[in-house]
């Protein structure tokens, strides 16, 4: 559905969507057939550790709810700026972090380290997205419920 907004909202742009599963890749395409078939979007098999795409193919970069599942997040940071073109910008969306202040925060503390899934806080998301080559790297973050995001440019 992700894709199915943004490319509502690039209506002269190229949207692309990678996912490991094949099952959601092929919900993907079907959600978004129109827009496939019209070559204004795609969607690929694939990994964070491998993005299927030339050097310096995006505008712009988005993660949304996936950051937590990566294997290494900054060799998954690289291989982001690396299909970055000069100037471009990613921004991470997550639900949770360290600073979120959901009065069920506890729960979801205790789900997320059962997953398997680290929290991180704003300064560490500064610091990972500088470390893989990022600058200007902001973390902003809702008061409310939930929502963060995590900025950085090639």
């Known amino acids: 559905m992700a894709i199915k907004r943004m490319a509502e909202i690039a209506i002269d742009g190229f949207v692309a969507g990678v996912d490991p599963s094949e099952i959601m890749v092929q919900q ?3 959600c978004n057939a129109a827009t496939v078939q019209a070559r204004r979007v795609t969607v690929k ?4 550790s491998a993005l299927p795409y030339k050097d310096e193919s995006f505008d712009r970069v988005c ?3 996936s950051f937590y599942f990566w294997p290494d997040p900054i060799a998954g940071l690289k291989e982001v700026h690396r299909v970055l073109r000069p100037g ?3 921004v991470i969306a997550l639900e949770w972090s360290k600073e979120m202040r ?3 925060r506890q ?3 205790l789900l997320a380290a059962k997953m398997g899934c680290p929290l991180y806080s704003g300064a560490e998301m500064i610091e ?3 470390a893989a080559g990022f600058r200007q790297a902001q973390f902003q973050f809702n008061p409310g419920p939930s929502w963060f995001g995590a900025i950085g440019l090639k």
């Open 88 to 90: 471009g910008r990613l």
């Open 28 to 30: 993907a395409l079907r």
């Open 128 to 130: 990972i997205l500088t």
């Open 107 to 109: 729960v979801i503390r």
């Open 63 to 65: 993660a949304i709810e």
């Open 45 to 48: 098999p694939g990994s964070i």
């Open 102 to 104: 959901n009065p069920k």
